[in-house]
C-alpha cells in the first residue's frame, strides 16, 4: 500500500513538471531571418506569447502533445502538435496580406501592423512618402528641397519637429536649440527602401519617448538584411534624376547579415530659377546574432546636400502678373547641409524573462540656410537676407531592461530605463547678409551646450482581457549659452527637472474589437537661448492629453480605428530663430477626432482612408482673435492600391487639406488643397518597370502658406498677406529597377 502511495506521488510529481513546462522556441522566415511580434499560441492551454526582436518567444504552461499556432500577418500560419520542448523551431512561409486572417486580440500593436500593411501594399521611395505614412501626418516643402518639411499633426503646425519626437533605429533626429527653430527634424539622411517599420503613436503617453512628444512620436526601423540586391533609376521632369542602389555584403545567415545602401537624388524643380538640387546618401548596416540569440548592431551613415531656392513669394506680385507662380523675388536663398551617423544596438537576454536592450551613437551635424521672408522690410537698400548656420556633434545612449513575471494569475511586464543625450553646438548664427556673400550684421553668434539625461518605469498589468499601463518618465536638463557678440566671456546656465506621469487601459471586448483609453503629460523643451533669456521660467512647457478610441473589425476584410482625443498646452515661449527675438504664445487646447479606415476589397485590391477633425483655440485671447495660425481642423489622406495583379501594383492617393486661418483672427486665410497622385509597376523576373505622376490633376495648390508682412523695393507701405510656395505641378517620372 506503501508502495503504491508513493509511485501515485511520484507520478503525479512528474505530471506536474510535465505540464507546467515553459516552452522557448524561434520563429524565422524561409531566409532564416527571425520574425518579430508572430503570436504564438497553445490551443489545450490556452497560452500566449509573441516573439521578439530575435524571433525567440517564451510560452508558459505547455507540455508534449499540445497543439500550438504560430502565425504573423503576411506568412502562412501554422499549426503543430508539440513533440519536443527544446530547440523548438518554427518557418512561416511569406505569402500575400490577407486583411482576414488579422486578428486584433492577437496583435502585439495593432495600429503599427496598419503601417506594416501600408508599407507592404504602398512601398515608399522618398523620405517624404515615409512621413507621410503616417495617418493624419501633412508636410510641406518650402526651401528648394534640402530643408527639413514643415510637419502638421492633430492641429499642429509643428513647424519642422517642435512637437513630434522622430527617430532612427534608436537615434534622435530632433535638433534641439537649432540654428533654423526648436526640434528641427531632417529626415533626408534615410534612404527609404532600407525602412522596414514604422513604430508611431499620438499623443504624449509613451513613458520611452521624451522631449518634444506631445502631438506624438515616430520611430523608423532600418531593414536588418536584404532579400536580394537592387539598383533602380528614375527620371522625369525638370531634368530630376534619382539613383538607388542597396547590396548584400555577406549572404543572409541566422547568425550576421551586411549590407550597403546608397542613393543620390538631382532636380532643377518647376521653379523659373532652378534649385540645382542635389542629395548623396550613403548607409551600411551589419547584424550579428550570437549562439544565445544577442543581437548586435552596427550601422553608419553619411548624407550631404545642396540647394538654391526661390523662398515664399508675395500673392500680390503673382495677382497683378509681375511674376508667375514658379517665380521669385529673391532667388539667391539656399543652403547646404550634411549628416553622419554612427549607431551601436545590442539586445541581450538575460534570461527567458528578462530582456536588455541598449544603443549608444554619434552624430556629426552641419547646417547652413539663406532665407528672405520680408525682402526689403527691414533693410530697404541691401535687402532682409538671412543666415543660419551651426555645427553639431551629438553623443548619446540608451538602455531598457524588460522583465516579465506573474502575481498569481496576472501577468506583469515591467519596463525601466536611462538614456542621456549631450549636444555641443559652436557658432551658432543668425546674420544678415547680401548675395549669400557679404555679412552684414550678426544678430546672434554663440556656442550652446545641453544635455539631457532621462529614467523611466512602465507597468503592464494584464488582467486577462484588460490591460492596465502605468508609468512615470523623469527628464533632467542642463542648458549653457557662451554668446560670442558679448566682449567679456560668461557662461549663461540653467537646469531644469520634469516628471510625466502616463496612465493607459486596453481592453479586448472582443477577439476584433478593442478598447483604449489613454492619458498622459508630455513636454517639449525650448530653446537654450530662451531658457537663459528667460531665467529657467516655463522652459519645458507641459502637455496634458487623454485618447479614447477603438480598433474594430466588424468584418472579415475590413479595420477601423477611431478615437476622440484633447489635448491641452501650458504657456510657452518659443524662440523665432528666423529673427533671434523670444515669443510668448499662451496656453492652447486642441480636440478633435481621428479616423482610419483599412479594406481589402479583393486578394489584391486595397482601400484606405484616414482623417483628422480639429479644433485648436488660444485659451487666453477673446473669441474671434484666438484662433492659431496655420493650425489644420481638417485634414483626409486615402486611396487605392493593388499588388500582385498578374505583375501590376500601383495605386491611386490622394491628400487633402481644409482652408485654415494663417493669423490670430482669421482675417488671413491659408488656402486648403486637394492632390491626387498616381503610380503604376510591371514586374517580369528580375526587372520592374514603374511610371509615376504627382498632382496628376495638374491643380494649381500651395504646399506652404505663411502671413508675413512684406515690402517690395519699390513699394512705399508693408503689406500682411498670404506668401506661399507653390506645390509641385504635373510631375511625370519614370523608374526601372534591377534585382539580383
Sequence with gaps: ???????????????????????????????????????????TTESHAHTAENGVFVLTNTSLGDSIRIGLLGYKRKLVKLEVTENFRIV??????????????????????????????????????????????????????????????????????TDISLSVDGMPVNMVSHAHGQGYSDLHFVIPETVNKIDFDKGGYYAQEGDFNTAGYVNFKTKDYLKQNEISLSAGQFNTLRTVGLFNLMENTKNQNAYVAMEYIGTDGPYKSPQNFNRLNLFGKYVMFS???????????????????SGQIPQREVDNGNISRFGAIDDTEGGETERTNLNVTFD?????NTKLSSNAFYSHYAFELYSNFTFFLED???????????????????????????????????????????????????????????????????DINQTNIDAFVNAEFEFGKLKIAPALRLDYFKFLYNDALQTEYETLSETKTIVSPKLNFFFNAQDNLQLYL??????????????????????????????????????????????????????EFVYVGDAGVVEPSGKTRRYGWDFGLRYQMTDWLFLDTDATVTNARSIDEPDGENDIPLAPDFTLTGGLSFDDLNGFSGGLRFRYLDDRAANED???????????????????????????????????????????????????????????????????KGTISYKF
Design 1 to 43: 500500500m506503501i508502495k503504491q502511495i508513493l509511485a501515485l506521488l511520484l507520478f503525479s510529481c512528474f505530471s506536474t513538471l510535465v505540464t507546467a513546462q515553459n516552452l522557448k522556441g524561434l520563429v524565422v522566415n524561409e531566409l532564416n531571418q527571425p520574425l518579430e511580434a508572430a503570436y504564438v499560441y497553445n490551443e
Design 92 to 161: 512561416l512561409e511569406e505569402k500575400t496580406f490577407q486583411l482576414d486572417e488579422m486578428v486584433i486580440k492577437e496583435e502585439m500593436n495593432t495600429v503599427n501592423t496598419i503601417s506594416r500593411l501600408d508599407l507592404n501594399i504602398t512601398p515608399v521611395n522618398s523620405s517624404q512618402e515615409v512621413l507621410r505614412k503616417v495617418p493624419g501626418l501633412f508636410i510641406g516643402q518650402h526651401a528648394g528641397g534640402g530643408k527639413a518639411e514643415q510637419i502638421f499633426l492633430r492641429g499642429f503646425d509643428i513647424d519642422h519637429g
Design 291 to 309: 549562439p544565445e540569440n544577442d543581437k548586435l548592431t552596427l550601422t553608419a551613415s553619411h548624407f550631404t546636400s545642396r540647394w538654391d531656392a
Design 348 to 352: 541581450k537576454y538575460i534570461d527567458d
Design 380 to 446: 530697404p537698400v541691401n535687402g532682409d537676407q538671412i543666415f543660419q548656420k551651426e555645427d553639431r556633434n551629438i553623443f548619446g545612449a540608451n538602455a531598457a531592461i524588460s522583465h516579465t513575471k506573474f502575481l498569481g494569475n496576472t501577468e506583469l511586464v515591467l519596463t525601466s530605463g536611462l538614456g542621456i543625450r549631450h549636444d555641443i553646438s559652436d557658432d551658432v548664427e543668425l546674420s544678415r547678409t547680401l548675395n549669400r556673400s557679404t555679412t552684414l550684421e550678426s544678430i546672434q553668434l554663440g
Design 518 to 571: 489613454k492619458s498622459g503629460l508630455g513636454f517639449h523643451s525650448n530653446d537654450t537661448r530662451v531658457v537663459v533669456a528667460n531665467g529657467g521660467e516655463d522652459i519645458l512647457p507641459r502637455s496634458y492629453g487623454a485618447d479614447l478610441g477603438t480598433v474594430w473589425k466588424p468584418f472579415p476584410k475590413l479595420i477601423v480605428n477611431t478615437a476622440l482625443w484633447y489635448l491641452f498646452l501650458e504657456q
Design 666 to 732: 482669421n482675417s488671413i486665410v491659408a488656402e486648403g488643397y486637394m492632390v491626387t497622385d498616381f503610380n503604376i509597376n510591371y514586374s517580369m523576373k528580375n526587372i520592374t518597370l514603374g511610371l509615376a505622376i504627382e498632382n496628376l490633376f495638374d491643380v494649381e495648390w500651395n504646399e506652404t502658406q505663411f502671413a508675413t508682412e512684406s515690402r517690395l523695393q519699390n513699394e512705399a507701405q508693408s503689406v500682411e498677406e498670404i506668401h506661399f510656395t507653390p506645390g509641385t505641378p504635373f510631375f511625370l
